[in-house]
């Protein structure tokens, strides 16, 4: 009669884990509204892309950068798929999916045609479609997280990834992306004009979409690591990780905070702050897996691939950057950012590098302990890569959560 016991617990844990059932945590799962994917061919760039022999395309260096790093497109896409609340009645669904990564046509340019005629193709099919008219895409989120999405000055213009003349497309419409500063590009009634470039200040960016769905970039396929007991992070040899130089970064900020975080090397005990320039993928890997924290400094624009680096290779981040929790931490009303990453401001870590940086290698055990329970729990929600990866459930509930259109 004693079912409850923790025999039987322990089988029904087991059983679960044999069923491949992904382990849940302490943070529940926010309800799926249903959706609905655009079965176009046009509309879909697996299935566009699927007829060319892409093993074989040696890709440029900008190309490598935007498929491995910015564009979570087609992560978003492969995992909506499965998901459950996936109807296929459109008269049904809440939200209408685009299954097509600019992002990823974009980096085949040239490739079974041009990415242009492709994006201009699907572009052409949505705006014909009932579904997109009923309210104007106001129910359509579209994942396009590369950022050579909006740039607009001259030198830039050549790398943009959407055409200038079809903006209006997007005008109603949630944009899936990986910063936000809610201002929308006719916004003047903050006395100036918001501008077309993201570069720092980040609030006066404006946005020419009705709402941003905030969401991860992808993170460094080989700083994975899987889930680590406590012990095995204790002792990583390195204790605060940082890599770069001044002078690789937009604007002044960033310089300032790579000029300081050098002489922590000499003060603090087990740093690892280097400079240089590019390293092996693989020792850049190395270099998150061994240590216990990691730097992320404010950089480009308040994004920064190297957070979910850090989560990816299990390293607790230490985030210097004012911009990240307003405007590039995704799901930050709903997931405690607090529980598995420190937050310094810059202005701190600028006047006192030393002083405040005690706070992680004084940290007390049980502190650290729950700090990287957080982590890995949290990881499940931020990383697209993670093999129980919990991204896209929490990325189509945002869009309900966030940019509701009823
Ligand atoms: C902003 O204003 C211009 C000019 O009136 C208009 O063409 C454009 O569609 C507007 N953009 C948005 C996102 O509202």
């Not at 085949?108 to 045609?113: A, L, Q, R, T």
């Not at 200040?201 to 680590?228: H, I, N, V």
């Not at 729990?377 to 309900?400: F, N, Y």
Request: aromatic share 12%; glycine share 6%; hydrophobic share 40%.
């Amino acid at each position: 009669m004693d079912t409850g016991s923790p025999c039987s617990l322990s089988l029904s844990l087991l059983l679960a884990v044999a069923a491949g059932a992904p382990s849940r945590g302490a943070v529940v799962d926010p309800n799926v509204a249903p959706f609905f994917i655009y079965p176009e061919p046009e509309l879909n760039t697996a299935t566009l892309l699927e007829v060319c022999n892409l093993a074989q395309i040696q890709l440029d260096l900008h190309r490598i950068h935007a498929t491995h790093y910015v564009i979570a497109d087609a992560e978003f896409i492969k995992h909506i798929e499965p998901l459950e609340g996936r109807v296929e009645d459109p008269a049904a669904a809440s939200w209408f999916v685009i299954p097509f990564s600019v992002g990823l046509s974009r980096a085949y340019d040239g490739v079974c045609g041009s990415h242009l005629d492709r994006l201009n193709q699907a572009l052409d099919v949505l705006e014909s479609s009932p579904w997109f008219q009923r309210r104007q895409g106001r129910d359509h989120p579209w994942v396009t997280m590369s950022h050579w999405m909006f740039l607009k000055t001259k030198r830039s213009y050549p790398m943009q990834a959407f055409p200038v003349a079809r903006f209006g497309v997007l005008r109603n419409m949630v944009l899936g992306r990986y910063a936000t500063s809610r201002l929308g590009i006719n916004d003047t009634v903050y006395g100036f004009r918001p501008t077309l470039h993201w570069y720092s200040p980040y609030l006066g960016y404006g946005e020419q979409w009705r709402c941003t769905l905030l969401l991860p970039t992808k993170s460094f396929q080989l700083a994975w690591l899987a889930d680590m007991p406590f012990e095995d992070w204790r002792r990583r040899p390195v204790s605060i990780y940082f890599r770069g130089n001044p002078r690789q970064v937009w604007g002044r900020r960033g310089d300032d905070l790579r000029d300081k975080a050098k002489p922590l090397m000499s003060v603090i005990p087990g740093a690892n702050i280097l400079g240089g320039g590019k390293v092996p993928a693989e020792t850049y890997a190395e270099e998150l897996q061994s240590s216990k924290f990691c730097l992320i400094l404010q950089s480009d624009d308040p994004q920064i691939s190297r957070f979910y680096d850090a989560l990816a290779a299990g390293c607790i981040p230490v985030v210097v950057n004012d911009e990240f929790l307003l405007n590039a931490a995704p799901f930050a009303d709903r997931l405690n950012y607090l529980g598995f990453a420190l937050h310094i401001p810059e202005s701190q870590f600028s006047d006192f590098p030393a002083l405040v940086m005690h706070l992680t290698y004084n940290m007390q055990e049980a502190r650290l302990r729950s700090m990287l329970a957080a982590l890995l729990e949290a990881r499940q929600i931020l990383l697209w890569s993670h093999p129980q990866s919990r991204t896209a459930a929490w990325a189509l509930s945002e869009a309900s959560h966030t940019c509701s259109h009823d």
